[in-house]
């Protein structure tokens, strides 16, 4: 049975970090394409960042410089450290696994607040 679980939500102030993990099994998880979305209350899910299968990264605009993504395929897990977070980062967040077939995880949520 696959499985993504991700972790390392919270609250926290602006201008603080967190670091998701995305820990993926049941799955031959090198080859694997992951992708970390996000979905505010009442918005829809948007692509944040993606790794490819050869470490290949790219960002939505809005956390270039602030977000970094990479994995550890020996622990099949996929990181997401956010540093320098805004109130606008908040939401639900999610990482995606995809080769010929894509399995989602079931989120954690993430608040910036004062």
């Known amino acids: 049975q696959v499985q993504l679980v991700e972790s390392g939500g919270g609250l926290v102030q602006p201008g603080g970090s967190l670091r998701l993990s995305c820990a993926a099994s049941?799955?031959?998880?090198?080859?694997?394409?992951v992708g970390w979305y996000r979905q505010a209350p009442g918005k829809q899910r948007e692509l944040v960042a993606t790794?490819?299968?050869?470490?290949?990264?790219t960002y939505v605009d809005s956390v270039k410089g602030r977000f970094g993504i990479s994995r550890d395929n020996a622990k099949s897990t996929v990181y997401l450290q956010m540093n320098n977070l805004e109130p606008e980062d908040t939401g639900v967040y999610y990482c995606?696994?995809?080769?010929?077939?894509?399995?989602w995880g079931q989120g954690t949520q993430v608040t910036v607040s004062s």
């Open positions: 995606k696994a995809s080769s010929t077939t894509e399995y």
């Open positions: 049941g799955l031959f998880f090198r080859v694997y394409n």
């Open positions: 790794i490819t299968r050869r470490s290949n990264t």
